[in-house]
């Protein structure tokens, strides 16, 4: 899918397939939900396919390992293809990623959720408030499941050039759900890949190793700035 065919077209792929070409199922523990062994700190990760890294020939390529990787972390990765705070999601509350990551228990938390919501936002436009609501009660759980541990709020992904008006305003929900929680809040990541389709796998939908690169740099240079 070329990345500057049309919204329309957009949301109608992902309306019947999903932005991560996935069903909407619940989210349930894996592998990267339990801290591989060591002693350095433990790093968890609540997101969608942009953090799960499809698109990508492999884990070890996805943004969210190359930035552990480089600082010595151990990673938590249980995010779900084609999820959102509401969509795709049938779970809420026990067993769902937040819980999930409150069980990890770990020192630094990433949340990159938002993208698909943007489809929710199009086609149910009585539940927009849910959205609002959602995103506040799962960073909420986040900080008083673990009141220790740093969460870094990144601006919710995107993937084409053209951005429908909901992109700004679930990007503003984020926003005021992360400064409630006295989060830190990484602005301009859903601008991060913009205008590269050669940074696209060929579903057109998700980056690729090169895009996934891409993003880690811009992580990177932002962690920098907060001293991680």
Do not use: K
Request: proline share 7%; with cysteine.
């Amino acid at each position: 899918m070329d990345a500057r065919r049309s919204l329309s077209t957009l949301a109608a792929v992902a309306m019947t397939l999903g932005v991560a070409a996935c069903a909407a199922i619940p989210p349930e523990p894996t592998a990267t939900s339990i801290p591989p062994d060591g002693d350095r700190p433990v790093v968890a990760f609540y997101g969608d396919s942009y953090t799960l890294g499809t698109g990508a020939t492999s884990d070890a390529a996805r943004w969210s390992t190359i930035i552990s990787a480089d600082r010595g972390w151990r990673e938590v990765n249980p995010s779900v293809n084609g999820l959102g705070f509401i969509n795709n999601r049938t779970v809420f509350g026990e067993g769902d990623l937040p819980s999930i990551i409150i069980a990890a228990e770990p020192e630094l938390v990433f949340v990159t959720m938002g993208l698909n919501d943007n489809f929710a936002y199009e086609r149910r436009p009585d539940e927009r408030d849910r959205i609002r609501e959602q995103i506040g009660i799962d960073l909420e759980r986040l900080r008083d499941g673990l009141p220790e541990a740093r969460i870094v709020v990144v601006e919710p992904f995107w993937y084409t050039d053209e951005r429908p008006e909901s992109v700004e305003v679930i990007i503003g929900w984020v926003r005021e759900g992360a400064e409630v929680i006295d989060a830190d809040f990484i602005a301009g990541a859903s601008r991060w890949i913009e205008g590269r389709p050669e940074l696209m796998a060929a579903d057109g939908l998700h980056p690729n190793d090169d895009g996934y690169a891409v993003m880690a740099e811009r992580m990177d240079a932002e962690l920098a700035v907060l001293g991680l």
